[in-house]
């Protein structure tokens, strides 16, 4: 029988996944792919095949009961159905945190689970959830491997510099560090530049993941040599609900003087901030390029002044920019906002082609422009893929 292999990156409210068959080499070729979303409300479940065709579109009237453990059991049914034919062989899992430890893709057992779980309060909104999957698949296909693949462990070799605060050294020792997340993302990017352009792959590239969650990459080599994320998936950019960097000090103001005990700081920070907070109007890029109240235009003008400021910031650790790469959401398919970044880096040489971006095309730079700008998309869910092969040694049939 031939092997497929399934790809789950769970969130809070939604659970992404990809299908793939593998090749005799052991290469993951994409079946299908979608998410779960609404959990808790109104769960659906979309799909679609490789030859981009539906290959599910099932809503749960009354779902908002359904755990993410009987959504989970609803999708591994209709994913094996889909693969028929194919063993499952392997299930690879997106986890937020390695912390200190992990520093590849690792097999699941009890033990791994136990020092996983331990990780939790560093990435509290996304770690439990990546777990949760864990668990739920471990009881529903306990004879199927199942592996973590980690958005830290692409930043792993960064210089001290980058990794260190301010802070006592024995803080560091225990692991108070910038770890930088959004490292699936990173891995796939860093394998399609080298893919698409090999000449720029080896040079000095920031790659901007703007999505609900968004954080920039300097990439030297194909390598991470720096990052806007840190201890957590609160810095850095501004985010769809998060405040990305802020003053230390403004968390002992809120604490002290404001009333806020941690959880509503906790809150604050991560659900009611970013877009959303500076707006009041909402998280989503598209909602606030439809509105004309002043404060959408104020939310997303600040999104673009920080991101160019901190692609400018990075440039430093790696000594200057050869290029700039768009990915996620936002990044793939918001030209005006692609458009905003670049226009604050035409001092250090980025023009955009105005047709070419507004086409979403891959190369949108102008020719002539001495730093590239490209839209490569992202594909986390097959960079678990490639990742659990690897683990799982599944190179050979
Ligand atoms: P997540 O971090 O949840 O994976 P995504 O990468 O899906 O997030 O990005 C979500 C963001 O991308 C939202 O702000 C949304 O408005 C924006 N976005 C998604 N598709 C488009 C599009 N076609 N045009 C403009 N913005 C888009």
Known sequence: MTRGLVSLNAGSSSIKFGLYRLDPDGRPRHAAGGKIEG????????????????????????????????????????????????????????????????????????????????LSALAPLHQPHNLAAIRAMAKLAPDVPQVATFDTAFHRGRADETKRFALP???????????????????????????????????????????????????HGGKSVDTTMGFTAL???????????????????????????????ETLFYQRSGLLGVSGISSDMRTLHESDAPAAQEAITLFTARAAREIAALATSMGGLDGVVFTAGIGENDPVIRAMIAKRLEFIGLAI?????????????????????????????????????????????
């Open 169 to 219: 050294r024995a803080m560091y020792d225990r692991g108070i560090r910038r770890y930088g997340f959004h490292g699936l993302s990173y891995a796939w990017i860093a394998r399609e530049l080298a893919r698409v352009a090999p000449t720029l792959a080896a040079g000095r590239v920031v790659v901007a993941h703007l999505g609900n969650g968004a954080s920039l990459c300097a990439m």
């Open 353 to 397: 082609d105005e047709t070419a971006n507004a086409a979403n095309a891959r190369d949108i730079h102008a020719s002539g422009s001495r730093v590239a700008a490209m839209v490569i998309p992202t594909d986390e869910e097959r960079m678990i893929a490639f990742d659990t092969v690897t683990c799982l040694d599944l190179h050979e049939a």
């Open 235 to 265: 810095d850095g950019l501004v985010m769809g609900t998060r405040c990305g960097t802020l003053d230390a000090g403004l968390v002992l103001h809120l604490i002290r003087h404001e009333g806020m005990d941690p959880a509503d700081v």
């Open 39 to 118: 959990i808790g409300t109104a769960p659906h479940l979309a799909a679609k095949a490789d030859d981009g065709s539906l290959a599910v579109d099932r809503r749960w009237t009354d779902g908002a009961g359904l755990s993410h453990e009987e959504l989970l059991a609803e999708l591994i049914d209709w994913a094996v159905d889909h693969l028929k034919g194919h063993e499952v062989v392997g299930i690879g899992h997106r986890v937020v945190h390695g912390g200190r430890q992990f520093a590849a893709p690792v097999r699941i057992d009890e033990d791994v689970l136990t020092k996983l779980e331990s």
